[in-house]
DNA sequence: AGTTCCCTGAGG
DNA sequence: CCTCAGGGAACT
């Protein structure tokens, strides 16, 4: 459930945190959340610190001042939680580092803490050069909000199918998840099941502008907290008071007030407006 | 492009 | 108790 505009969020108060600190220990509860060849490596990152946070589509990549790269991929209740009191660990938490104080602050260790119910997100450790090779990110295209119009409509016209499958393709282009491709595709005014072959000139202009506009205010907005999702310091993000769409199957739309209908694409529930988002037209 | 798997909490 | 959701890989 983390999509681009979360994990941007999580990037920003990370890059705050983290820079210029020095990763004193790392504890390991689940080693299986670590990639294989990753797991005995660990220690590597012992004594670096960290030189920044980047982000491509919904992947961390925390850069260290050793040459070394830890890739974060949160999948769907992945967290990670900046001094999370001890007292509350539960059998969730995963991976632990800490962080000694920085030599001028005087600051107290901190921590941050990997936690994950379902355990499908996965950690790994690479040398800076090689992070594209991850199994992480080896198969990720260019981050959503990084290529220009004529990338994007080039690269959605080049998958002949349904367009929402093709939003929701990492491959494609990576960032946006579940949530988004809906509230994209509501405000573009196009159908989940547009064939892409079918988008208009317009309708492929419409899309890249949502594109950008969903997302970006997202990110102003903390990005969405739906069920219990949280950002690393607490704090809930407030997109999800913005939602038009996403999971409103049943309800009326705001727009045009037709009830608003629930399908199954490429396997995800997506909801649509079947008079502001016609299949024919194709926007 | 559909299915299965991973995993667990939530809801019926 | 059973069923389901969901990001992404792997398989068909």
Known sequence: MPEL??????RRSLARHLVGRIISSVTI?????LTKDSRHRISQIIGASVSDVNRTGKCLAIELNNDRTVLIHLRMTGRLLWNMPAGSFDGHVHVVWTFSPSADAGDPEDSLVYRDVRKFGR??????HAAHQSSILQ????DILSVDFEDFSTRIRARRSQIKYVLLDQQVM??????????ILFDAGIHPRARTANLTADGMQKLYASTRRILEKAIECGGS????????????????EQHR??????????LCG?????????????SFCPRCQRRSKAA
């Open 5 to 10: 505009p979360e994990v941007e969020t999580l």
């Open 29 to 33: 509860l689940a080693p299986h959340v």
């Open 123 to 128: 950690i790994d450790l690479v040398e800076k």
């Open 139 to 142: 198969r990720a295209g260019p």
């Open 174 to 183: 990576a960032g946006v998840g579940n949530i988004y491709a809906d509230e």
């Open 225 to 240: 907290s739906i069920r219990d999702y949280i950002h690393t310091d607490g704090e809930a993000g407030r997109f999800q």
């Open 245 to 254: 769409i996403y999971q409103r199957g049943g309800e009326t739309c705001f």
């Open 258 to 270: 037709a009830v608003i209908q629930s399908i199954k694409v490429g396997g995800r529930t997506s």
